[in-house]
């Protein structure tokens, strides 16, 4: 975890990678990971930077790879992850790879153009050997007995076109669907001059490209005249159907019969060969692609970092700037220096100021890694601003927990967090692809320490799925409420409501020891007392909650140097939040302690108090809590208003001020900071520290751009912000309240609907029994669907709310930007 | 026990946070995480340390008690609280 309180320190690194060794350093930088490269070519455009040549090259070993990825998955065969962490290969080595591609890839193309010729000759040759095995008998008897006839005319017809009534065969099949429409269109076209018979294949013969069985219909047709001939193959055309001659004779058949079979049996062998060589290369491809594209992969990418570099004719290297955290410094250098002593020559690496802000970079482990998500899912903080993450570490499962908090939900959130902990290293929990399961294991600690809070809070608020438990004694005693005012079992027979009344000596022994008093869930008043009890709270939780941020904000104040900041923000911040909602607090807190129940009727109503404060006015029958109130009161309005003309005017006025003081100093110094100004981004100035580079910067920036009129209304808005969000926020925490009032009356509702009704079913023990199954699965199913999912997203959503809202915009501005690492590490996962 | 009062849980769960604040936090091992598990521990003592504080300081002094139907009434008088009920009278 390291120091997540604010970003490392991270620094702008110039480096002067010679030619020779650019390539190997790059690779080397990559594969630790360190530094992001800054792009020092944007304007110039992809087409004409140095090293296009070579990404292009290794785009198209890409496209070939990716063709033969896809052959392989078509064969239905999986690709090995590559084995080991393969560098990036040198840039001879790329011929060779693309060789050996091209080469495969070719040898692949023609295997299968071969196959795909074989199946399509070894199908045909199939539908030629049914046609000619399907016995079409009765036609052929027909057909002979036309033959036979052939010389005698049919009908008394006048000679003329019957003469010729030879009768001819045409042979074929046709894919099913298209055979009835082949078939009424034969009749419609040539009725009564032909006889068409359709069958049906009996086994299903696959197609030769998509390799999907299909069942043929093999047709006979017998028809006279050369004209209706020729209009049969004309259609028969049209529908695509494979045509065969078709031999009268048995004899002939037969023999025909024998030699499909003969060429079809040769042809199965030839297929086979083909199919083993295929198999073969597959084999080869399956060996060498995943190391190639793994090695092809990080080339590109190295070639993509060389490209924004810029280069130096001069000193004949390449020039990059890189963002590197301080404290990785030595290990850049050591690297650097590694790879370019293999090529004899040397690449050094310097700090250079930096004008702009650098990237932010917390380290996280995997238990912190889902905390700083949801800050950063807000706002990537700003360079070394303070990080509201590890405190968001406790307070969000713990806000959560206020809003959520049962013993029996809060266990079961708590057992699934813990199942998926344990179970975070199998790799099948590793490469789920079902998006709301990786949500959810990706928020697993976070789960588990939300789970973990509800069940404490669950005890406090004494619900085990709405349940009360006393674990301690009751404190208050209905006995002795029974034997004070004589509450006879005649006397409670007739009245159906009555109140324990605390006045009366023996009925309220004390507070319960831990959380709330278990006989408040048997009372028909609970929730006047809850919703008392929870309201208080949230106020109280939102205002210490508050206050705390406004205290974080003194350390970004002391970090940057503006220590006029904690005088003239930080102070008027604090008074005035204290002064009005601190005192709130103080109220509810003196009336819990001081308020009994001797003089309950003539109570203080808190309320009441606060809005008189705001409006300087007075209720008589509201007493005062404590003697002088009003004066008290009074002094921290006043007080607390005149904090804002402070808040409004006081930095803007102190800027101002600095700058004029600033302005007259002698002109000696104002060339300095000039030179300053000008400094270039790539000057070599090697003496600057870490401190200087900051108040410098820090100088410049207040020099060259202090608007006046920017400051105040910058301020002005703060302001606004600020005094407005107190009160707007302040009331904003009493979802705490609403959300806790939501689930626990929702649970409740569930037991009484279900649960209490299932165990107040029967007498007997088999009836109650068999009938709880049911209900408890009901019971069981309704409060994993409404009560921790549903209730579980939205306490926090608003936990979350409360935390980007009302807590981080008291300190955080949120617009960093990350140091995203030049990594390969995306590759080798 | 029958009389409850604030000092005693006040002082047990004071301990009890204060001991895993202080305590705990002088045996996380030296390492790069160790200012961040000390923050954890001592946020986390103040949470719920404070919370429970709010919940029995809002039934220190209640103003008026609960409600009860009649049937709760009648099984807390005979059923529940017989000990406690001759405990009282024995003190009286």
Redesign the interface.
């Given at each position: 975890m390291g120091s997540m309180f604010r970003s490392e320190e991270v620094a702008l690194v110039q480096l002067f990678l010679p030619t020779a060794a650019a390539y190997t350093c790059v690779s080397r930088l990559g594969e630790l990971g360190l530094v992001e490269f800054r792009d020092l070519n944007a304007s110039v455009s992809a087409f004409q930077r140095r090293f296009v040549v070579d990404v292009r090259r290794c785009e198209e070993l890409e496209k070939t790879f990716t063709f033969l990825q896809e052959e392989v998955r078509r064969a239905g065969l999986v690709l090995p992850p590559p084995e080991g962490r393969l560098p990036a290969p040198p840039p001879r080595d790329l011929l060779r790879i693309q060789e050996e591609t091209e080469r495969l890839a070719q040898e692949l193309r023609d295997v299968r153009g071969n196959q795909q010729a074989l199946r399509v000759q070894l199908h045909q040759l199939q539908l030629h050997a049914a046609v000619l095995g399907q016995g079409h008998g009765p036609q052929l008897a027909a057909a002979h007995t036309y033959a036979a006839s052939e010389r005698t005319p049919l009908l008394q017809a006048p000679g003329g076109p019957h003469q010729d009534l030879r009768v001819n065969f045409v042979a074929g099949a046709v894919e099913p669907h298209k055979a009835p429409a082949l078939e009424r269109l034969l009749w419609r076209a040539c009725r009564g001059f032909l006889i068409a018979s359709f069958r049906e294949l009996e086994q299903p013969l696959e197609h030769p490209v998509t390799g999907e069985p299909a069942t043929w219909m093999t047709f006979l047709i017998s028809y006279w005249g050369e004209q209706i001939g020729q209009k049969i193959r004309k259609i028969t055309d049209c529908f695509h159907c494979h045509i065969f001659p078709f031999l009268e004779q048995e004899e002939a058949c037969h023999a025909a019969l024998q030699q499909l079979q003969q060429q079809s049996q040769e042809l199965r062998e030839v297929l086979g060969e083909t199919e083993r060589f295929l198999s073969q290369v597959l084999g080869r491809v399956q060996q060498l692609l995943p190391p190639a594209q793994a090695q092809v992969h990080k080339m590109k990418a190295v070639y993509l970092a060389l490209n924004q570099c810029s280069v130096s004719t001069t000193h004949k290297c390449l020039i990059a700037e890189v963002w590197c955290a301080t404290q990785d410094l030595p290990a850049l250098q050591e690297a650097l220096r590694d790879s370019s002593t293999e090529e004899g020559v040397s690449a050094v690496a310097h700090r250079i100021p930096s004008r702009e802000m650098p990237p932010t970079l917390i380290r996280t482990n995997r238990f912190t890694a889902s905390f700083q998500g949801i800050v950063d899912a807000y706002g990537v903080g700003r360079y070394q601003e303070v990080n509201p993450a590890p405190y968001t570490i406790i307070t969000f499962p713990f806000l959560f927990a206020v809003m959520f908090g049962d013993v029996g939900h809060g266990l079961l959130m708590f057992l699934f967090a813990l199942a998926m902990v344990l179970a975070e290293n199998r790799p099948a929990v590793k490469t789920a692809q079902n998006e709301i399961w990786q949500t959810f294991f990706g928020g697993r600690y976070l789960l588990l320490l939300m789970g973990l809070f509800s069940v404490y809070t669950g005890f406090i608020y004494n619900e085990c799925f709405s349940r009360a438990s006393s674990i301690f004694p009751s404190g208050w005693s209905v006995a002795a409420m029974a034997n004070q005012s004589g509450w006879s079992d005649a006397f409670l027979a007739q009245h159906t409501m009555l109140t324990l009344d605390p006045n009366v000596t023996g009925v309220f022994l004390g507070p319960y020891p831990f959380g709330i008093d278990p006989i408040w869930s048997l009372a028909a008043n609970h929730l006047s007392f809850l919703n008392s009890f929870k309201m208080k709270m949230s106020v109280i939780l939102g205002v210490v909650h508050m206050a705390f941020g406004v205290v974080l904000g003194v350390f970004n104040h002391m970090h940057f140097g503006q220590r006029h900041r904690l005088l003239l923000e930080t102070l008027p911040e604090l008074t005035f939040l204290l002064g009005l909602f601190g005192y709130l607090v103080f109220l509810v807190i003196y009336k819990w302690l001081r308020v009994s129940a001797t003089n309950a009727a003539s109570a203080p109503s808190i309320l009441i108090h606060f809005i008189n404060m705001f409006l300087f006015s007075h209720s008589p029958t509201n007493r005062p809590l404590y003697p002088r109130q009003e004066v008290v009161q009074a002094m921290l309005v006043v007080l607390a208003l005149a904090m804002v003309p402070v808040l409004l005017l006081g930095t803007p006025l102190h800027l101002l001020c600095r700058h004029r003081r600033r302005l007259r100093r002698p002109t000696g110094r104002k060339q300095e900071d000039k030179a300053g100004l000008l400094g270039l981004p790539d000057a070599s100035v090697n003496g600057w520290g870490s401190d200087e580079e900051k108040a410098g910067g820090l100088e410049d920036e207040q020099e060259a751009e202090l608007v006046p009129s920017e400051v105040f209304m910058h301020q002005a808005i703060h302001t606004i912000e600020f005094c407005l969000g107190c009160v707007s926020n302040t009331a904003s925490y009493l979802r705490l309240w609403a959300l806790s009032l939501a689930h626990a009356q929702l649970s409740e509702v569930l037991w009484a609907m279900v649960m209490r009704i299932g165990l107040g079913l029967g007498r007997e023990v088999g009836v109650a029994a068999v009938v709880l199954v049911p209900i408890f699965a009901a019971f069981a199913v309704m409060t994993v669907a409404i009560l921790l999912v549903m209730e579980g997203l939205s306490a926090f959503l608003h936990a979350l709310r409360l935390h980007w809202v009302e807590f981080q915009n008291k300190f955080y501005s949120g617009t960093g930007y990350k140091l995203s690492p030049f990594t390969f590490a995306a590759a080798d996962d | 026990?029958?009389?409850?009062?604030?000092t005693?849980?006040l002082i047990?769960?004071s301990m009890f946070w204060g001991f895993v604040s202080f305590s705990v936090s002088w045996f996380i091992p030296k390492s790069?995480?160790r200012?961040?598990?000390i923050?954890?521990l001592v946020?986390?003592s103040i949470?719920?340390c404070?919370?429970?504080l709010?919940?029995?300081?809002?039934?220190?002094?209640?103003?008026?008690?609960?409600?009860?139907?009649?049937e709760?009434?009648?099984y807390?008088?005979h059923h529940?609280?017989?000990e406690?009920?001759m405990l009282?009278s024995a003190s009286r």
């Open positions: - | 026990m029958a009389h409850h009062g604030l005693v849980p047990a769960i790069l995480s200012v961040v598990i923050t954890l946020t986390c949470c719920c404070l919370f429970w709010i919940a029995i300081l809002s039934h220190l002094s209640l103003l008026f008690g609960p409600q009860l139907k009649n709760t009434s009648w807390l008088k529940f609280l017989v406690e009920d009282y």
